[in-house]
């Protein structure tokens, strides 16, 4: 079965910095494509992130993420990192990873509609 465990969650002030880790278990990273999602307060889920393909592959971001947030894979380790710089308070919120073998092909990777297998989720607070 699909397992994946989202950890790095965090309080940091404005500006600061942190490194979200998705451990994935009983499959191959090679034939998933791996998305980050955020859910703030009250808010729905959206799509932040993903990485598909092998490789150096495909990554996606939101126009919210991009050029703040990067997304990696160490495939020696089964994990997709989702380093967050440039924090600011709407970024406070629930950070899920989600796998999928759709989002490989989609047209629209961000979407949480292409991910059948979701981690837990891990917090990330941002305040001053």
């Known amino acids: 079965q699909v397992q994946l465990v989202e950890s790095g969650g965090g309080l940091v002030q404005p500006g600061e910095s942190l490194r979200l880790s998705c451990l994935a278990s009983k499959f191959d990273l090679d034939y998933y494509g791996i998305g980050w999602f955020h859910q703030a307060p009250g808010k729905e889920r959206e799509g932040v992130s993903c990485?598909?393909?092998?490789?150096?592959?495909?990554?996606y971001y939101s126009d919210s993420a991009r050029g703040r947030f990067t997304i990696s894979r160490d495939k020696s380790k089964n994990t997709v990192y989702l380093q967050l710089d440039g924090l600011k308070v709407e970024d406070t919120g629930i950070y899920y990873c989600?796998?999928?073998?759709?989002?490989?092909?989609?047209?629209?990777?961000?979407?949480?509609?292409?991910?059948?297998?979701w981690g837990q989720g891990t917090q990330v607070t941002v305040s001053s």
């Open positions: 990485f598909v393909g092998s490789g150096d592959g495909r990554t």
């Open positions: 989600a796998a999928g073998t759709k989002a490989r092909f989609s047209m629209r990777p961000l979407s949480e509609n292409e991910y059948d297998y």
